[in-house]
C-alpha cells in the first residue's frame, strides 16, 4: 500500500532558527512529490519535485528529493511566527493518480 | 477568479440527521475531490471526479457517504445517517487535470455532529 510517513510530527522553535522536515515515502509507482503549507485553513502549494537532487527554493524556503532513499526534506531558514503552520507532504500515485497526504508536520516559531 | 468555493463553512448537526456539504470548482478545472481531514488521520482523499465523472470512490468511508457532480461547476458530498465519527474538516479541491500540481483547496467545511 503507498503510504508517506512525515517527521516530526511537532515542532517547537525560536524566530531566526533553522528546521528541516522529513517525508519518506513507499510508492509503487511514483511520480512526483508536493510540499504544502496549511495555516488555519485550506493547504496552499509550495512544491513540486520529479527529480533527484534538484534543489526547489522560494524565498527562505527549499526542498529537496531523493529518489534513491525515498525521502524529501522541506528546510526553512531564519524562521518567522508568520512559519507557524502545518506542512504537509503528498505525492502522486502513478497508479491511480490520486494525492496522498502524509500526516503533516506542525510547526510553531515563537518569537 | 474566486477560488474553490465550499458551504457552509461551518455546521452542527446533531447524531442521525442527513449533511450535505457543497463546493463549486474554479471554473475551466477538470478535476474535482473531496478530502476530509482529522487529528488522527490527517487529509483523507473520499472520492474524485474527472469530466464530472466519479473516478474513484475507494476511500469513501462507508455507504453513509455519497457524492454527486451533477455538472462541472457544482458538487455535493451528503452523510446520511450522521455520526459524531464523521466529526472533521471538509475540504474540496479541483485542478485542471488529475495530475496536475495546481490544486487549489476551498476553504473547508467544518462538520460538527454532536
Known amino acids: 500500500e503507498d503510504k508517506v510517513v512525515q517527521s516530526p510530527l511537532s515542532l517547537v522553535v525560536h524566530e531566526g532558527d533553522t528546521v528541516t522536515l522529513n517525508c519518506s515515502y513507499e510508492v509503487t509507482n511514483f511520480r512526483s512529490l508536493l510540499w504544502y503549507k496549511q495555516e488555519k485553513k485550506a493547504p496552499t502549494f509550495l512544491f513540486m519535485l520529479?527529480?533527484?537532487?534538484i534543489e526547489k527554493k522560494s524565498g527562505r524556503l527549499s526542498s529537496i528529493l531523493d529518489k534513491k532513499e525515498l525521502f524529501s526534506i522541506l528546510n526553512i531558514t531564519a524562521t518567522q511566527t508568520g512559519d507557524s503552520a502545518i506542512y504537509l507532504c503528498a505525492f502522486f500515485s502513478g497508479n491511480t493518480g490520486k494525492l496522498i497526504f502524509g500526516q503533516g508536520t506542525t510547526l510553531q516559531v515563537k518569537p | 477568479d474566486a477560488g474553490v468555493i465550499q458551504s457552509p463553512r461551518h455546521e452542527v448537526t446533531e447524531m442521525g440527521q442527513e449533511v450535505t456539504l457543497r463546493c463549486k470548482p474554479i471554473?475551466?478545472?477538470?478535476?474535482l475531490f473531496w478530502y476530509r481531514q482529522t487529528m488522527m488521520r490527517g487529509l483523507e482523499l473520499l472520492i474524485y471526479f474527472n469530466n464530472n465523472v466519479p473516478i474513484d470512490d475507494s476511500g469513501m468511508p462507508e455507504d453513509r457517504f455519497s457524492a454527486k457532480m451533477p455538472n462541472a461547476s457544482f458538487s455535493t458530498l451528503k452523510i446520511q445517517p450522521s455520526e459524531p465519527r464523521d466529526s472533521a474538516v471538509y475540504f474540496c479541491?479541483?485542478?485542471?487535470?488529475?495530475?496536475?500540481?495546481?490544486?487549489?483547496f476551498g476553504s473547508g467545511t467544518r462538520l460538527t455532529v454532536v
Open positions: 471554473s475551466g478545472h477538470n478535476s
Open positions: 479541491a479541483s485542478s485542471l487535470q488529475v495530475r496536475d500540481s495546481g490544486y487549489t
Open positions: 520529479t527529480s533527484s537532487g
